[in-house]
Structures are given as C-alpha cells and as structure tokens.
C-alpha cells in the first residue's frame, strides 16, 4: 500500500509539472508550426476545436475500417487458399452480402456527412459579428482594414531574414501585426486587388479565398492571447511564399487602446497603390525596398 501511495504521489507531480510546462509553453507556441510537427497546431478558436474532434471522429471510423478490410483479406487468404480449398467455389451471387456491403457504406457517409455539414455551417459565418475585419491580398503582401474602428487600414510585409529578432519565425514574422481582441465574435472579410489569393491560419481553423473583385466572409473567435501566424495558401506567382499573416491576440482593454494609437498612427496612410498603374511605386514584399514609378 505504501509503495502504491508513492507511486501515485510521484504520478501527480510529473502529471502537474507536465501540467505547468505546457501552460507556461502554450501562448508562446499556440499559433506557430513547430519542427518534427506531426499534428495540428493547438486550436485556438473554437471552429479549430470542432475540426480537431471531426477530424479524430474520421481517424476513427477509417481506422475500423482498415483493420477489418484487413482482417477479411488475411482471412480470405487463409481459408480459401488452395491447400484448404482445392475446390473453388463457384458461387456468383449472395444477395444478404451484397445488400449488407451497399447499406453498410451509406450509413457510414451518412454518419460523417451530418457532422461535416454541420461544421461547414458553424465555420461560414456568424451572425451576431461584435467586430469587422477586412483584409486585402495583394502581390506580394497583405493589407488590412478595421471598418468599425475609425476605417483605418495599414499594409503588413514580411520581414526579410537577415532584419529577423531573436525569436521570430522565419517566413513568418512581418513588419505589422494584426492586433484582434480575445473572447470576441470577428467578421472577417477577404477579398484581392489582383490575383488569387488565400487568408490561411491554421491554429484558429480559417482558410478563404481571396478573389479579385468579390468578397468572402467568415468568422473567428480567439480563445487566448499570443501570437499566431498563418500564410497565403494559393499560388499567386514568384513572391507566394513572402505573405505571412501575423496575429496579434490581446485582451478587450489592450485592443481598445491598440484602436486608438492606430487611429493616429495609420491616420496619413492612404489606400495601397493599385499594383496595375505603372505609375506606382512599387514595394519589394521580400525586402521593404521602393521602386519609383514611371516619372
């Protein structure tokens, strides 16, 4: 018994310093892919919680379904091989098997198609948005608009590698973050100024198009405040890879005072120039360098 009462003693320290480790860990990494990274990110919203538990429901059902397609496959290869079956069957036709291999697969896409199509209304939209977010793509950057907040916008770049800080993640880290409030319903819209583009953050499960002269919408709550980081996910030509988009989560406070200072901040920055006039000056998305235009 005693042994018992250590072991369980020693059980509830490791299961609490674990405990602790994380807590401490989870904000710093809670939106950033890690090295050797198997899984998904932590979900930090709670349509990413319901894509995790889909996604574990359809880990499960493939799962039983290999181990007996498996299972009937050695079995079939066991009991009628032709040692113990030198006569083979000519049987053609069973019709209790064949109703009972047609039904089986229609209550199974049945049984993932009613949760699917639930998620897929969840994560569309929300109703009752507190706040909006619009953000533009563009080659090769992102530009972002806070409608309900003075209608202020700012464009965000990525920080080329040799001006990184000490832990800021490479292709990842840009010049401006996207501050947004936790515990807060946000309406997000995307859109593009020129080619296709795709808003993407893994850790709070959004993923939209972004399409030239049409507006998607959807929808994201953040659980917790830290920094998360997603990316454009369509092909968009030679600068693809340099459109990070970096999030910045704070409470309702800091947000409130963030909107302020960039009310003033962002007050002189006019709309982005339109990437089609050749008059433009135009800014490298890799490197922060300008180009003069056609003068």
């Not at 973050?177 to 997000?188: E, G, S």
Request: net charge negative; aromatic share 10%.
């Amino acid at each position: 018994m005693e042994t018992y009462r250590k072991l369980a003693a020693a059980a509830a320290i490791i299961t609490a310093t674990l405990g602790t480790a994380v807590a401490l860990s989870g904000p710093l990494f809670a939106g950033q892919p890690q090295p050797g990274q198997m899984g998904f990110q932590p979900a930090a919203s709670p349509t990413m919680e319901r894509i995790q538990s889909f996604h574990d429901l359809l880990l499960v059902i493939i799962t039983l379904i290999v181990i007996f397609v498996m299972g009937l496959l050695v079995y079939v290869m066991w009991r009628y091989s032709e040692k113990r079956s030198p006569t083979p069957s000519k049987t053609t036709h069973n019709t209790v098997i064949e109703v009972i291999w047609t039904v089986v697969p229609v209550i199974i896409l049945v049984a993932i198609a009613v949760p699917s199509f639930k998620l897929l209304y969840y994560a569309d939209r929300v109703e009752d948005a507190e706040m909006t977010l619009k953000a533009i793509g563009r080659q090769w950057y992102w530009s972002y608009e806070y409608p309900d907040h003075g209608d202020f916008t700012f464009d965000a770049y990525m920080v080329a590698d040799e001006d990184l800080e000490a832990g800021q993640p490479r292709l990842l880290q840009t010049d401006t973050a996207v501050v947004l409030p936790v515990d807060t319903r946000i309406r997000i819209l995307v859109t593009a100024s020129d080619v296709l583009h795709s808003f993407a953050m893994p850790s709070m499960g959004l993923k939209l198009d972004a399409v030239p002269g049409r507006v998607n919408e959807t929808w994201v709550q953040i659980n917790s405040e830290g920094m998360y980081y997603g990316q454009c996910s369509e092909i968009c030509g030679t600068g693809h890879s340099y459109m990070p988009i970096m999030i910045k989560a704070v409470s309702k406070e800091a947000f409130a005072k963030w909107v302020e200072q960039a009310k003033e901040e962002f007050a002189g920055v006019d709309e982005p120039a339109d990437v089609a006039d050749p008059a433009a000056p135009v800014r490298l998305a890799a490197t922060g360098e300008e180009l003069g235009g056609n003068d």
